[in-house]
């Protein structure tokens, strides 16, 4: 036991007169330069020769910033980390003021990042419309739907609309069975549209 060899002596105080000093009664001392950083480390322990020093004491420059995250983020052995590990990383060797703003800034910026990350919540794409033919004649333009699966009626289950996208925006609707094939909507045109 190494406690053994020192002596000690334990005694008891109860919980209402055991009282942590409070910040009033200590003793104040008065610094003379509190705008002047105090040097924790002595002089003789730090290596100068590190770079780490010369980051934490020079403000590095818009092209050095952008330097150090091409080097820890625009390599390819990293592979695009996200932004909490590029933050993590840089940090270990490198600071300044809106230091986490400017690698957001940076990585949501970088063309490979915005190319290759994955959509979270993709948005339906827009409604494109059906230009507008310089001459209008009726069923020039036309959409054509199968509307399947409905209940047997004099032999069909389907119905193919035709709708004029031109000019008159008319629509012809075809019984038809589910099983038609392509030449056989070409036939139903023929038969019904032509």
């Known amino acids: 036991m190494t406690l053994s060899v020192y002596k000690i002596k334990i005694k008891y105080i109860a919980s209402n007169k055991n009282i ?46 952008q330097n150090i995250l091409k080097q820890h983020h625009d390599s390819s052995t990293t592979g695009y980390p996200g932004i909490k590990k590029i933050l993590r990383k840089v940090s270990e060797h490198h600071s300044w003021p809106r230091f986490k703003q400017f690698v957001i ?49 004099r032999g069909y289950n389907s119905i193919l609309s035709i709708v004029d996208h031109s000019l008159t925006k008319e629509i012809i609707l075809i019984p038809t069975t589910k099983g038609v094939t392509s030449e056989g909507i070409v036939i139903l045109l023929i038969n019904n549209l032509f």
């Open 20 to 65: 942590p000093a409070n910040v009033l009664s200590q003793k104040f001392i008065k610094e003379k330069n509190k705008n002047e950083p105090k040097q924790i480390i002595p002089n003789e322990l730090i290596d100068k020769s590190t770079s780490l020093v010369e980051e934490l004491t020079n403000k590095p420059t818009l092209q050095e910033k």
């Open 105 to 153: 800034n940076y990585v949501k910026d970088y063309e490979n990042c915005q190319r290759f990350k994955i959509n979270q919540h993709p948005l339906k794409p827009p409604l494109q419309g059906i230009p507008v033919l310089q001459f209008n004649w009726p069923f020039i333009q036309i959409a054509i739907d199968l509307i399947t699966d409905l209940p047997k009626s």
